[in-house]
């Protein structure tokens, strides 16, 4: 039997040198390791599953399911690039069953919203929308995830695209020939409260139960609050939840209440079908519910169009009575323990159709010194903001290459940005300390997906097209190197009587 300690680093199998501990539960351990048998080093994750018998058919039983799912889990990841790999599977005589899959280097969803706050809407949507492939293609391949969760999605380094890891098919199978040992039927409840849906905490999860569960994430990511700090009524039977949003569109709104439905025949039956309702431009109305007037606020999508965006809470679903909601720990933890699945619980919001998206993104603000109250905060268009954005492109080329212009690079940013140009640990240090530049070619703005402005603050997203080389010792880097069309969202902010960008994330 290998047993890992924080004292003396060990090697798996004469190959996998561990370095640290990642997580542990009941069904094992994950470390991260390095492959010593290959030429990079590469880092891997190890992730060791107990099974404890003494029947040796059973542990036939079991190593037949290991093998047959870590089959599954080499095809998938070979197959699918938001998957780990599969590098290797063995076991021991000792009761031990080890995975080597890929490290996935990022962070998960549950660390980036704990540092940074809720996500944007229009974040979330194409978050779901390049998660929902990947559901699709493995439920294609006849497989439920079981365990979709924050903590569960690493968004990757890399290229920024959400990694889906840590399926619950091996655990399942290793539990239920472990019970078959006792010669009963028993159900094995693979998952994590919260994100569980009901007929999944009995035993008996479907394609929807990975849907409920998405749905549930990107209900964390918009408003921060895990399931079991959200409470239902008990009235309408819906899930409070949109109130803690930002911005949020009526139109994603509906799809993720559908998602989260406890009766399987009133959600999505496919992921595929959830996709296409976010992918579609048309109204997604799953109720008649009546609306109530509330204020709007003028946003501006382009030079020659404004679109009202109403701001509305559906206050007629609160309700004053403390005794009609109950807080959805609580009502889990009932449901769980007592194995009764809950009723159909209707969700009640009336979607309108709405062309924009979130005003003011709540991910990608931060917090910055007010203005001395003496300054005249001048207001800033559309067509100005996105000259800045143009102007900051084309002084790329002179900031981030000999003779390193860190007087343009402060007429043009602050906050984050300034930061991270012109700290002492910041890129055009490391720049200077590795004789490296950035060469450019084509720089443009392609298209403006839209703008707020609001006080000494405004926020634009565009679509850019960029062609870069990064030249280090005059050898070009090739992996730092491209031409790519993005979408980033920059935060202007008015200091110093003149507007500055603040902080900007690509999408």
Known sequence: MVIFTDVKPTVLNNRYRFIRAISSGGFGETFLAEDTQMPSGRYCVIKQLKVVTNNPDIYQQVLQRFQREAAILEELGETNTQIPKLYAYFSDTAGQFYLIQEWIEGETLAKIVEARGKMTDSYVQKMLISLLSVINYIHS???????????????????????????????????????????????????????????????????????????????????GKVPQDLEMDLQTGNIIWQEYANNLTPKLAGILDKAVQPNISDRFTTAREMLEALESASIQVFTNETEQPSPSLVVINNSDKTTTLDLSIDKHLELPSTQLSISRRNWQKTVIISGAIGSCLL????????????????????????????????????????????????????IF??????????????????DTILSSNGALAWLKENNAYYQYGVQKIDSIEYFSTQGSQATIQVKITEEYQLFKNKQLETKRSGSSQLTVIYNLQFIDGKWKIAASRII
């Open 347 to 398: 969700s009640g919001i009336l979607l309108k159709n709405t062309l924009i998206k979130s005003s003011q993104p709540q991910l990608e603000i931060p917090t910055f010194p007010t203005p001395p109250t003496t300054e005249l905060v001048t207001s800033i268009s559309q067509p100005e903001a996105k000259k800045l954005i143009q102007t900051w492109l084309k002084a790329k080329k002179d």
């Open 141 to 223: 391949k006849n497989i439920i995830h079981r365990d979709i969760k924050p903590e569960n999605i690493i968004l990757r380094q890399e290229d920024d695209l959400p990694v889906l890891i840590d399926f619950g098919a091996v655990k399942e199978s290793i539990s239920t020939a472990i019970n078959s040992e006792k010669n009963t039927p028993i159900s094995i409840m693979i998952g994590t409260p919260g994100y569980m849906a009901f007929e999944q905490a009995a035993g008996r999860p479907v394609y929807a139960s990975d849907l409920y569960s998405l749905g549930l994430t990107a209900i964390y990511l918009l408003t």
């Open 401 to 418: 290459a000999p003779p390193y212009n860190q007087k343009l690079a402060a007429e043009l940013t602050t906050g984050k940005v300034y």
